[in-house]
């Protein structure tokens, strides 16, 4: 079979990249653009540790394939930084020690960013839901909770000043 070349915008940069067709998205990001940010926890779908947002939509990026990344754009942990300035839900990940290992902590900022993205004001209720599809083997998930709903609400007063 022979390679498909892929052109999409990640991170807010234009990538081009080849591709087998049963390369995941995950592989391709890792293995063709060096963002080594995302895990593979389980290669099913069930961990979240993969998780990027592609057009706006929260994806496990090993149940997709890189062919069909063409003239998508994805976000990935790597991006969510400005610079040295952390995202809000980075901080408070910091400040909540909402972390320990690390290594399903990529999936779960980004699960955190499309929530806050869909819904800037959620519920704890909420919040809790839509992190479901993220296991964590290290931590409880309450400080992670606190941390997402105090960026939240920082979020929310950044934008009202």
């Known amino acids: 079979m ?18 087998d067709p049963g390369m995941t998205l995950l592989d391709a990001l890792r293995d063709e653009l060096d963002l080594t940010g995302s895990k593979e926890g389980c290669g099913s779908g069930d961990c979240g540790a993969c998780s990027v947002i592609v057009d706006g939509r929260l994806v496990c990026s090993c149940l997709m394939l ?16 400005q610079g040295s300035d952390l995202h809000p839900l980075q901080q408070k990940f910091l400040e909540h020690a909402a972390l320990q290992c690390g290594f399903c902590t990529p999936g779960i ?27 964590c083997r290290c931590t409880g998930y309450d400080k992670i909770i606190r941390a997402v709903m105090d960026a939240a609400a920082e979020m929310r007063q950044a934008r009202v000043s």
Do not use: C
Not at 2 to 19: C, M, P, Q
Not at 67 to 78: L, N
């Open 109 to 135: 900022l980004m699960a955190s960013k499309a929530l806050l993205d869909a819904n800037p004001d959620p519920t704890e209720t909420e919040a809790r839901y839509w992190l479901a599809g993220n296991l």
């Open 66 to 81: 890189a062919a069909e990344a063409q003239d998508r754009r994805i976000e990935t942990i790597e991006g969510m930084a």
């Open 2 to 19: 022979s390679k498909r070349h892929v052109s999409a915008i990640v991170n807010g940069d234009a990538v081009e990249f080849l591709t």
